[in-house]
């Protein structure tokens, strides 16, 4: 039986889309509070309504690791698979005033990641058209990688498709978990009022944990509100896993252009 997915617009040439309105739709805004503002911000611009609901917290883990890495200067590639990746370790890194190479390889996994990189004046050389860890291990510069010293910068549990994958292409990889993701506390007074008031429209989505979370903390007496609410997700494996869980309306969109599914959408 094929997955319900619908697939967002997400080509630039729908631009024109950015002068329509969202014409009041209520939107559950769920990434972590820190990541919400910005979105958030361009809905309430856009004539919608964003309602933050955080299903995931980021907790920095503690700075051990800064005593295991590899000397800077004998490192060929770094990699940071967030912004929550790229912000923690470089902070702690600056307060060891570690000196960063200029001449290391550094790959950040979408513009988010590279935009605070260059906050603390990192070069960035590679960001992949999607940002997934397909589309990372897909770059030119991550083919060749035997005998190369690989730091990867990236949160505890989570997938392990890039660290299997530098592996096997024969990197000296060092695996460097630098925050983890755990569930809010819940309002559940909040939470009720989502959804035995009805006060959403539509649902945003950016990872399989949120949307656990998000089933959590809502409770099963909200399950069939909730599996009839659409929800926008960021890659076709959040997509068949919300399918699964029995959301009957899915949209796929780009990471990075969230606001343009929402558009598409009101038409």
Same mark, same amino acid.
């Given at each position: ?15 024109? #889309? ?23 911000? &361009? ?12 299903? #995931?917290?980021?907790?920095?883990? *503690? ?9 800077? *200067?004998?490192?060929?590639? %770094?990699? +940071? ?14 307060? =060891? ?22 906050? /603390? ?10 940002? !997934?860890? &397909? ?15 690989? #730091?990867? +910068? =990236? ?7 890039? &660290? ?9 990889? /060092? ?14 007074? /909040? ?6 008031? !009805?006060?959403? !429209?539509?649902?945003? #989505? ?8 998000? /089933? ?5 007496? %909200? ?17 068949? =896993? ?13 990471? &990075?252009?969230?606001? !343009? ?7």
């Amino acid at each position: 039986m094929p997955i319900p997915v619908t697939k967002a617009i997400t080509s630039t040439r729908y631009g024109n #889309l950015m002068n329509q309105s969202l014409q009041g739709l209520r939107i559950l805004n769920t990434r972590p509070r820190k990541q919400a503002q910005t979105l958030s911000k &361009e809905i309430a611009a856009a004539g919608g309504v964003a309602i933050e609901c955080p299903t #995931l917290e980021i907790e920095a883990c *503690d700075t051990a690791w800064l005593n295991s890495l590899p000397g800077l *200067d004998q490192v060929q590639h %770094a990699i +940071f698979v967030s912004p929550n990746a790229a912000y923690i370790s470089m902070q702690h890194m600056n307060e =060891k005033q570690l000196r960063w190479p200029t001449d290391m390889n550094v790959i950040a996994v979408g513009q988010g990641t590279a935009k605070t990189l260059k906050e /603390f004046n990192i070069k960035v050389n590679a960001i992949p058209a999607t940002p !997934d860890s &397909e589309h990372l291990l897909a770059l030119t510069s991550l083919q060749v990688l035997k005998d190369q010293t690989v #730091l990867l +910068f =990236k949160g505890e549990e989570g997938r392990t498709l890039i &660290e299997e994958s530098l592996v096997k292409k024969g990197a000296n990889l /060092f695996c460097v978990p630098v925050y983890r993701r755990v569930m809010p506390q819940i309002d559940g007074q /909040f939470m009720k009022a989502l959804w035995h008031d !009805d006060l959403v !429209d539509i649902i945003l #989505l950016t990872s399989e944990q949120s949307m656990h979370n998000l /089933f959590k903390m809502l409770g099963m007496d %909200a399950l069939p509100w909730l599996q009839q609410k659409p929800c926008v997700v960021i890659s076709q494996r959040i997509a068949e =896993k919300a399918a699964s869980l029995g959301i009957k309306k899915v949209i796929l969109s780009h990471p &990075e252009r969230m606001l !343009d599914a929402l558009y598409a959408y009101t038409k």
